[in-house]
């Protein structure tokens, strides 16, 4: 931790924050975000009572964006988890077992990663998110369970490919082949000597991976297929982007905070993954 640079300890310092406000935000002494302060509709940052001011329907920006942080780490954090144990699970099985059952895994990572991200989120969401009846409006709660599902779809071949590769290296090694020839089951292999090993490589990519669906989320909520009601980031930046003009700050804030959060996300990736680097180059 000696080594860590100033970027490294701003990055943990802010994903810190975020996490603070996911998991604590609701004991803040804020109004809620949905309270309307019909007396100061479009407020600037800095003002009495708004530190970062108000929208013109007169929501307050700083308790939009911690509730906002809640949802859209909440979604990063589940999507990228279930799609990483899933996506690990068959990484690793397949690269262990080989044959037929590895050129099926290749074959289905390589059909999910032909599709673009946000385009194969985007038919998920659109095809199980809504209602026959038009005039019926989505629950809350069912939009974010499907945004959840569709996004760890994405995540699944992506983190998929990369516990296949990282098990495939680890899996030649000599301790790995003294195990074998031990008499040591291939489950016990793969539990005591594989996983292990091949588990940093995955939380490196998949703190990028937080990074990838934090964006995908906002993207989604701008195209009108997301979080609704400025429940997220990305549902504030749907909701004030119509403010650009005369209030410019609703669409900086979330901004600004979704951006630090992707960049920080994106420097420990590399961070462990560097770190990885060097591990592996003394074994």
């Known amino acids: 931790m000696r080594k860590f640079t100033i970027p490294t300890w701003f990055s943990i310092s802010w994903l810190g924050l975020m996490f603070f406000f996911t998991i604590f935000g609701w004991l803040l002494p804020f109004k809620s975000w949905t309270t309307v302060f019909e007396d100061d509709l479009g407020v600037a940052p800095f003002s009495a009572g708004h530190l970062f001011g108000t929208d013109t329907n007169g929501y307050d920006l700083l308790a939009s964006v911690v509730s906002g942080t809640r949802m859209s780490i909440f ?13 690990s699970v068959l ?59 569709a996004l760890t ?36 292999i793969i539990i005591r000597h594989i996983v292990p090993n091949v588990l940093p490589a995955l939380i490196a990519v998949g703190f990028l991976a937080i990074g990838v669906v934090i964006i995908a989320e906002a993207a989604l909520s701008i195209l009108g297929v ?7 980031w990305g549902g504030m930046i749907a909701r004030g982007r119509n403010d650009l003009e005369y209030a410019p700050h609703v669409l900086y804030v979330p901004l600004v905070f979704l951006a630090l959060t992707v960049i920080s996300t994106n420097h420990l990736g590399d961070v462990i993954r560097s770190g990885l680097d060097r591990r592996e180059s003394k074994v």
């Open 75 to 87: 979604i990063a954090i589940t999507a990228v988890g279930l799609g990483g144990l899933i996506g």
């Open 91 to 149: 990484g690793i099985t397949a690269a262990f077992l080989r044959g037929k059952v590895d050129t099926v895994m290749v074959t289905l990572f390589n059909v999910g990663l032909s599709v673009p991200n946000l385009v194969l989120a985007l038919a998920l969401v659109s095809v199980l998110a809504t209602n026959l009846d038009i005039n019926q409006a989505v629950p809350t709660w069912r939009r974010v369970m499907v945004l959840i599902i």
């Open 153 to 188: 779809i994405v995540i699944i071949p992506i983190l998929g490919r990369i516990a296949r590769g990282a098990t495939l290296s680890w899996s030649n090694r000599e301790f790995v082949t003294a195990a074998r020839s031990m008499g040591m089951r291939d489950r016990n």
């Open 226 to 232: 997301g979080i609704p009601d400025g429940a997220s």
